[in-house]
């Protein structure tokens, strides 16, 4: 049994993506070495938990097969688990989690909130781990098609609503599960700034809420100059500026990249409310 971890202030979660082609840092950390050297870098950093991905979900992505996503990731999570780290595994397949969960991940980030594969409610269940349902409408490939609401607030709140009574009737444990917007997917822009400015509605769920914002191309988009998006590591001021709004509005973690600089804003957020 594994629980969310509640470290008395917002929870840092580090990004560690094992694959070539994801929009941030695609291809820095393909090997087990470099990907775990970057691992123990960012639990130096402030890190509480790693999230670990072998499959890109940026939009326009294409898919690799589970055996892929397995090889990439399991060596990882194995040997940092090894070393006493805290560890998610990013994925929405259910054999993918199985393999992830038995090699030492203490939970699931599922970016599909449990719609991409119907088998992951059971391996969630069975294992007692936290899973992390994300709002989702598609895979990467075609999502942008899908990103059409009428109050996205609304639609979101309650799309994650139903995610998470489908788990519960399912049989995983209320205490593990926590909650995601989902920035970016099946979501413009537009969507994105309305989300992050009411993300109070579903803080109001009663389930931890992630937020993961970090280096987004809505940012870029906001900072563009002369129509030119700003490009990706051009965007840590906007994440922390974000990270902060987050965790005032009630956010249990934030999902980065730069763990330094974002565990510091949040240690300095954490000391202001503190005084209060």
């Known amino acids: 049994m594994s629980e969310l971890p509640r470290p008395g202030r917002p929870v840092i979660m580090g990004v560690l993506n094992v694959t070539p082609d994801s929009f941030s840092d695609g291809g820095r950390y393909a090997t087990t070495g ?6 123990m870098r960012m639990a130096a950093e402030g ?3 790693i999230d670990v991905g072998g499959e890109s979900t940026r939009p326009g992505a294409g898919r690799v097969d589970a055996e892929t996503e397995i090889k990439r990731v399991v060596p990882v999570i194995a040997e940092l688990a090894a070393a006493g780290l805290s560890l998610t595994v990013d994925t929405t397949r259910a054999a993918v989690a199985e393999a992830a ?3 030492g991940a203490l939970g699931v980030n599922d970016v599909s909130g449990g719609l991409a594969d119907p088998d992951m409610a059971r391996v969630v269940r069975d294992a007692g781990c936290p899973w992390i349902l994300m709002h989702w409408r598609g895979h990467s490939a075609d999502m942008q098609e899908l990103a059409h609401y009428d109050d996205v607030v609304t639609e979101v709140r309650d799309e994650l609503s139903r995610r998470v009574d489908e788990a519960l009737a399912a049989g995983v444990d209320a205490s593990r599960i926590a909650i995601d917007p989902g920035l970016g997917f099946a979501k413009t822009a537009a969507h994105n700034w309305a989300l992050s400015a009411r993300l109070d509605v579903l803080v109001e769920l009663g389930f931890p809420v992630l937020f993961g914002s970090s280096r987004k191309s809505y940012l870029g988009r906001l900072l563009a100059v002369d ?4 490009p990706v590591d051009g ?5 922390l500026a974000t990270t902060v709004l987050a965790v005032a509005s009630g956010a249990w973690g934030v999902r980065v990249h730069n763990v330094a600089d974002n565990a510091d804003a949040v240690r300095v957020w954490s000391a ?4 209060r």
């Open 34 to 39: 470099d990907a775990v050297a970057h691992a």
């Open 272 to 275: 202001t409310v503190a005084q």
């Open 47 to 49: 890190a509480d938990l």
């Open 227 to 230: 129509g030119h998006p700003r």
């Open 235 to 239: 965007r840590e001021a906007a994440t």
């Open 101 to 103: 969960v038995a090699a």
